[in-house]
């Protein structure tokens, strides 16, 4: 599964930022996709996952402001990001587990400064 994801940028803070996430096969054949992000010194950590089956998980620091969504016509999903806040700033990348493996995009750079 090759993996390009998109929409990363500069944005101030309480600012939104949406990115997509295109997946070189058809998602709803995926097990679950979802987006990681890392900052500088810091671990890569979960943000969201969305299953095959619709199902959502949230990290407790971005419930209420994250939502992950997909369109499966154009094999694609997406991560809107509202109110962002400064510790909100990393690089993001797009996963997808399928066949009991992990596949990842390039990653895209979230910086929120004013």
Known sequence: ??????GGGLVQPGGSLRLSCTASRNILNINAMGWYRQAPGKQREL???????????????VK???????????????LQMNS???????????????LLANYW?????????S
């Not at 599964?1 to 998109?6: D, N």
């Not at 209420?64 to 997406?78: C, E, H, L, Q």
């Not at 909100?88 to 399928?98: G, L, M, Q, T």
């Not at 995009?105 to 400064?113: E, I, K």
């Open 1 to 6: 599964v090759q993996l390009q994801a998109s």
């Open 47 to 61: 943000v969201t996952t969305i299953t095959s089956g619709g199902s959502t998980k949230y990290a407790d620091s």
């Open 64 to 78: 209420g402001r994250f939502t992950i969504s997909r369109d499966n016509a154009k094999n694609t999903v997406y």
């Open 84 to 98: 962002l806040k400064p510790e909100d700033a990393a690089v993001y990348y797009c996963n997808a587990y399928y």
């Open 105 to 113: 995009g390039q990653g895209t750079q979230v910086t929120v400064s």
